[in-house]
């Protein structure tokens, strides 16, 4: 068979050694998918001469809950600037609270300096996440000359305002061509990176057993731009059974949450084809109580092997260190854990 030894993101700096590092690196692509068939009716694995493979059977089975109608909430309301107080979270609207880091419901709070608050104040951008399947939309245009990333909402004498005024709502949708799915028997909290911000992973995804949830696919080509370089979702992803609020925040070493998770994701969209990875987290080199494969639904087409199963990555020499892709011109290829 032939195997993708090029992650999705290059991780030679990604993997976050002390907060705020602001490795923008993790966030950018490259690309080298083997072949994969996705038929009509089956996914059909084929070798580098076309030569049928029969996958495991485990790994296909598609969990028997779907997601609800609140997974596909659009936002209804413009952000109106100068309405909402800094001391004030403006949930809604696909912005949820996280509650659990004690910065007001805030991923992170930052100036242009890198000076960190626990506390939405003036000349700070307040940073926030989306619900499940979207991204924010606020960062400013003018990034800080030392290479960090600021995101969210400016806070300007006392009320808040956006940061970028091309975007009317906080929250936007992403490609819908990739869902995480949990046939395992504990809930996974995947954790995102607040990027740009603090690249803290603490944008939460909960997958209960025996159901799915929508991957944030961004929609790289009209999304924030790092010195040329096009952005991509990243998330840490705990062993099951760890809880949102244990497991979405800055782990200490050996802890094996949040920075020291296991695994690592990516998904992107970009130029018409949408990459998804597995990627090793050198921080940890445990495997999870979990095997995952990445696999395309009836109809999608779809190129690379990409699994992690028993604590073996597919994708041949290399994939040890690098992780494995799938590419995806069409449907949806899922992220399934088992």
């Known amino acids: 068979m032939k195997y993708s030894i090029i992650p999705l993101l290059a991780l030679a700096s990604s993997v976050l050694a002390a907060p705020h590092a602001h490795a923008h690196e993790h966030h950018l692509h490259r690309r080298d998918p083997a072949v994969v068939y996705v038929t009509q009716t089956q996914v059909a694995y084929v070798d580098g001469n076309g030569n049928p493979i029969t996958p495991s059977t485990t790994a296909t089975q598609a969990a028997t809950s779907t997601s609800t109608s609140q997974d596909f909430e659009d936002p209804s309301e413009e952000f109106e600037d100068g309405k909402y107080k800094c001391s004030d979270f403006p949930s809604g609207q696909g912005v949820i609270s996280l509650d659990w880091l004690d910065f007001g419901g805030w991923a992170s709070v930052m100036n242009q300096n890198g000076d960190t608050s626990s506390t939405c104040k003036d000349g700070y951008y307040c940073s926030y996440a989306c619900q499940a399947g979207m991204s924010k939309t606020q960062w400013p245009s003018q990034q800080p000359s030392n290479g960090i990333s600021v995101g969210g909402l400016l806070c300007k004498n006392g009320y808040l305002y956006k940061s970028n005024s091309n975007k009317k709502s906080l929250c936007e949708w992403g490609q819908d061509s990739s869902y995480a799915v949990n046939n395992a028997k504990k809930s996974i909290a995947l954790c995102r990176t607040d990027y740009p911000g603090s690249e803290n ?35 840490y992803v705990n062993d099951a059974g760890v809880s949102v609020e244990d497991g979405c925040v800055w782990g200490t070493e050996g802890s094996g949450i949040g920075n020291w998770a296991p695994v690592v994701l990516g998904s992107g969209y970009t130029d018409g084809t949408t990459y998804l990875s597995i990627i090793p987290n050198p921080n940890n080199k445990n495997s999870p109580n979990y095997s995952l494969k990445i696999v395309g639904q009836d109809g999608a087409t779809a190129q690379g092997d990409c699994s992690y199963i028993n604590g073996k990555y597919s994708g041949g020499p290399g994939s040890e260190s690098d992780g494995c892709t799938v590419s995806v011109t069409s449907g949806t290829a899922n992220f399934v854990f088992y």
């Open 201 to 235: 992973m603490v944008v939460p995804t909960l997958v209960e057993a025996g159901s799915k949830k929508p991957m944030s696919v961004v929609k790289e080509d009209g999304y924030y731009n790092w010195r040329g370089g096009k952005t991509s979702a990243q998330y």
